[in-house]
């Protein structure tokens, strides 16, 4: 089991409240589960890959009014297969190519200003691949 110290945006307050994410990373499970509590809120999701499971997690906490800022929501946060069961996850750019240097901890903290959901990630990401077909 390994622990994560994360920043939350009180989206209600407009403050930022310290947070742990509990993160079972296929110790018990095949899948990556991971937990959160936050005031009365105990949140558990999984999921089989890191990135997936990451956004359930912060779609709940979006549900409730906090923002989780780490890279892994920024919207343009991106997983490789091969990366699934790790917590590195690529930053990417449209019109360029993932790269190595883009390889980032998806826990690691990030100065946000806007939390998007993972309907928003994954729009983004297509729009990533499309802006291939235009090179």
């Known amino acids: 089991m390994e ?11 407009a403050s930022e ?12 499970s095949d899948d990556i589960i991971l937990e959160i509590t936050v005031g009365k809120n ?23 009014g906090f923002g989780l800022k780490c890279n892994g929501s920024l919207v343009n946060a991106n997983q490789s297969g091969m990366m699934s069961y790790t917590s590195k996850i690529y930053l990417v750019e449209l019109g360029k190519q993932a790269l190595t240097k883009d390889i980032v901890n ?29 090179i």
């Open 3 to 13: 622990k994560y110290d994360v920043i939350l945006y009180d989206m209600n307050s």
């Open 17 to 28: 409240v310290k947070g742990t994410v509990y993160a079972d990373e296929g110790d018990t």
């Open 42 to 64: 105990t949140i558990t999701e999984k999921a089989d890959s890191y990135l997936a499971a990451y956004q359930k997690l912060r779609d709940e906490l979006l549900k409730i």
């Open 106 to 134: 998806i826990w690691d903290h990030c100065d946000m200003t806007s939390f998007p959901d993972t309907k928003e990630q994954n729009n983004y990401i297509e729009k990533w691949f499309d802006s291939f077909k235009r």
